[in-house]
């Protein structure tokens, strides 16, 4: 019926095309330069070829680089400003980079930290009750242990968190991506997780 069926792994096939729009290679999350290759290879993109058989630099891997960014404020910071905060005021970290800070055992409940970039965030025994994670990037976070009743987490990115005995009744998780979490003895009582991948 004139059509062609590339019977080829699908999840290089937008790489491969951003690629030939751009010229710039930008490797997704889950993929591998080897298996990039195989699939440059046998669509005989030579461009492609030479670029990935050429100098590491030329590759940039998104998730390292997201996680490599340094953060924009340290514990001591947060610190700082939980004290220094008029009781009952509703505090704002949105947009802000937390990634790698040891956030663990304080009480920020209610913060907002809509967008904000917490890759490898320590949050264990925190209490971020109420808290505001919309749209924040959480990968490979850890909430261990944390009370987290009443959290919003609507369309974050958790993929690779940890919420190992966490309680989160009342979470909104809809439109998360929670691939690759644990989650052992946490409760998620009425938790919402429509659409939730």
Same mark, same amino acid.
């Given at each position: 019926r004139g059509r062609i069926l590339f019977d =080829?792994?699908?999840?290089?096939?937008?790489?491969? /095309?951003?690629?030939?729009?751009?010229?710039?290679? *930008?490797?997704?999350?889950? /993929?591998?330069?080897?298996?990039l290759l195989i699939e440059a290879e046998f669509f005989q993109i030579d461009s492609l070829v030479r670029t990935i058989e050429g100098e590491p630099s030329d590759v940039?891997?998104?998730?390292?680089? *997201?996680?490599?960014?340094?953060?924009?404020?340290?514990? =001591?910071?947060?610190?700082?400003?939980?004290?220094?905060?008029a009781s009952g005021s509703?505090? *704002?970290?949105?947009?802000?980079?937390?990634?790698?800070?040891?956030v663990s055992e304080l009480d920020v409940s209610g913060v907002v930290f809509e967008l904000a970039r917490c890759c490898d965030t320590?949050?264990? *025994?925190c209490n971020v009750r109420?808290?505001?994670f919309t749209r924040a990037m959480l990968c490979g976070a850890s909430f261990r242990d944390a009370e987290m009743a009443g959290c919003g /987490?609507?369309?974050?990115?958790?993929?690779?968190?940890?919420?190992?005995?966490?309680?989160m009744k009342?979470?909104?998780?809809?439109?998360?991506?929670?691939?690759?979490v644990s989650m052992r003895g946490c409760d998620l009582t009425n938790a919402n997780l429509t659409n939730a991948l």
């Open positions: =080829r792994d699908p999840s290089y096939f937008g790489v491969i /095309l951003n690629f030939l729009r751009t010229g710039e290679l *930008r490797l997704e999350k889950g /993929l591998t330069i080897k298996g940039v891997d998104e998730e390292a680089a *997201r996680h490599a960014q340094e953060a924009d404020v340290t514990r =001591r910071d947060i610190v700082r400003t939980l004290i220094g905060s509703r505090l *704002r970290f949105r947009g802000v980079c937390l990634n790698r800070v040891d320590v949050f264990d *025994r109420g808290c505001d /987490l609507h369309s974050a990115n958790a993929d690779g968190a940890c919420f190992d005995g966490a309680l009342n979470c909104d998780l809809s439109y998360s991506v929670l691939t690759n």
